[in-house]
């Protein structure tokens, strides 16, 4: 059984840094392309970084390019997400996903809360 | 990038009535096209990619059409369980986008 399990997240000032990880279990981890996608309160989806397999190439929105990173170790099975300068925008449970083979998420974690405020 | 239009919003329908759902993509993204299914205080579950193919485990009550920019998911009877939020999403271009979704309420 596919297992994601989200942790990091955290209330942070606005400008600060933050970083989320990603346990994945119950597949072949290097095998698959991994992605982040947030969910502010009661709104929407929205896709936030997309790695490759051996994480060599990254994919990212406008909204957070230049700003978050997203990495992986194929070794531990864990899936990161670096989020420098956020802001209050930013505030949103953010999901770990498994991309399938046609780009779209077949698998997710729980979720994890990130809040920024003053 | 691909802005994708979901409609209706909201939705309530009656036990074992046919429900569809409609996206509108802004433009061509072939067949590249999933369904997720939200319910409340829970993660996105994947109900349909590739437009119309059915994830393990879904039930055949759920199917979805389209092609081109028009795309649609059809519960054929809806039952209590399939009270939930409902997203589409483009994966034919990166960004990858979503749709705003529909809440889908039992009458």
């Known amino acids: 059984e596919v297992q994601l399990v989200e942790s990091g997240g955290a209330l942070v000032q606005p400008g600060r840094s933050l970083k989320l990880s990603c346990a994945a279990s119950?597949?072949?981890?290097?095998?698959?392309?991994m992605a982040w996608v947030r969910q502010a309160p009661k709104k929407g989806l929205e896709w936030v970084a997309t790695?490759?397999?051996?994480?060599?190439?990254?994919y990212y929105p406008d909204s957070v390019r230049g700003r978050f990173t997203i990495s992986r170790d194929n070794a531990q099975g864990s899936l990161s997400l670096q989020m420098n300068s956020l802001k209050s925008e930013d505030t949103a449970t953010y999901y770990c996903?498994?991309?399938?083979?046609?780009?779209?998420?077949?698998?997710w974690g729980q979720g994890v809360l990130v809040t920024v405020s003053s | 990038d691909i802005q994708m239009t979901q409609s209706p919003a909201s939705l309530s329908v009656s036990l074992g009535e046919t429900v569809s759902i409609e996206c509108l993509a802004s433009?061509?993204?072939?067949?590249?096209l999933a369904w997720y299914q939200q319910k409340s205080g829970k993660s996105p579950q994947l109900l349909i990619y590739?437009?119309?193919r059915l994830q393990d485990g879904v039930p055949s009550r759920f199917s979805g059409s389209g092609s081109g920019t028009r795309f649609s998911l059809k519960i054929s009877g809806m039952q209590p369980e399939d009270e939930a939020d409902y997203f589409c999403?483009?994966?034919?271009?990166?960004?990858?986008?979503f749709g705003s979704g529909t809440k889908l309420e039992i009458k």
């Open positions: 119950g597949f072949t981890f290097s095998h698959s392309y």
């Open positions: 433009g061509a993204i072939s067949n590249d």
């Open positions: 999403q483009q994966s034919y271009l990166y960004p990858l986008t």
């Open positions: 790695i490759s397999t051996r994480g060599t190439t990254t």
């Open positions: 590739g437009t119309s």
């Open positions: 996903a498994r991309h399938g083979e046609r780009i779209h998420f077949d698998s």
